[in-house]
């Protein structure tokens, strides 16, 4: 079984700045991509920004590209999300997660964290 413990969620103004970690108890860390997913109220779980094994590929949602940055540290079995210049609309609960590829559907990743609140007011 592999957790996945999310942290730096929290409150911040229009404008602001979080980095999202994201601590993984899997041995080979290295060889699996993470991603960082979203679910606002009321809304579906939507795709933010995934990083491949190497940390050589990423990808992320044209709604924070240039905004948010993921990366990761192998040796650590972290994996970062640093959000810059966050909107009200950034507002929701973002998850943490791992799988063997780097892509931007659910159903490719194997295992969830439980999800840190971050909330952007105006």
């Known amino acids: 079984q592999v957790q996945l413990v999310e942290s730096g969620g929290g409150l911040v103004q229009a404008g602001g700045s979080l980095r999202l970690s994201c601590a993984a108890s899997?041995?080979?860390?290295?060889?699996?991509?993470m991603g960082w997913f979203r679910q606002a109220p009321g809304k579906k779980r939507e795709f933010v920004a995934t990083i491949r094994w190497s940390g050589a590929y990423t990808s992320y949602a044209d709604s924070v590209k240039g905004r948010f940055t993921i990366s990761r540290d192998n040796a650590k079995n972290t994996v970062y999300l640093q959000m810059n210049s966050l909107k009200p609309e950034d507002t929701a609960v973002y998850y943490c997660t791992t799988g063997p590829r780097a892509v931007g559907w659910e159903d490719a990743y194997d295992y969830w964290g439980q999800g840190t609140q971050v909330t952007v007011s105006s």
């Open positions: 899997r041995r080979t860390f290295s060889s699996y991509a």
